[in-house]
């Protein structure tokens, strides 16, 4: 086992830009709080992971006005260090009514594959509404 490439959470590893982001309500959207969504999302990431296109699907909580939780999984086929191939991530975050998203993500066991098999790693980001751009932590370990 090759020891983690560990990454600070003050050192970015990289960025992503939401390419594309569709939101449809689960039930009434003009039910009171909470209230349920979906989203299916594409991101392009660059740096330790690189990936002109990924494929998310979130389910969205709403607690209150633009404020809440969201739990999803996204296909990640690219690259990390420099080597080829898929994983998924199980991605956990809040969002709250000032803008601000925190996200933690976590690549999904057993996911890896092609020169990416047995990669494990986790990481985080915090968005904040208007950037265009938002940098990503990630540390992994990737068996030689």
């Known amino acids: 086992m090759s020891t983690p490439t560990p990454v600070p959470a003050s050192a970015p590893a990289g960025g992503f830009t939401f390419k594309n982001w569709e939101e449809h309500p689960v039930g009434p959207a003009d039910a009171p709080f909470p209230r349920l969504a979906r989203a299916v999302v594409t991101n392009a990431f ?82 904040r509404h208007g950037e265009t751009s938002v940098d990503y932590a990630f540390a992994y370990d990737l068996p030689r």
Request: hydrophobic residues 35%; negative net charge; contains cysteine.
């Open 46 to 127: 660059t740096g330790v992971v690189t990936a002109p296109e990924t494929v998310c699907a979130y389910t969205i909580a709403y607690t209150g006005e633009n404020a809440g939780t969201f739990a999803g999984m996204e296909l990640v086929t690219g690259t990390v260090g420099g080597r080829k191939g898929s994983f998924v991530l199980e991605e956990r975050g809040t969002f709250d009514a000032t803008g601000t998203t925190r996200c933690a993500f976590e690549v999904v066991p057993g996911s890896a594959s092609a020169d990416l098999a047995g990669l494990t790693g986790s990481g985080s980001f915090v968005y």
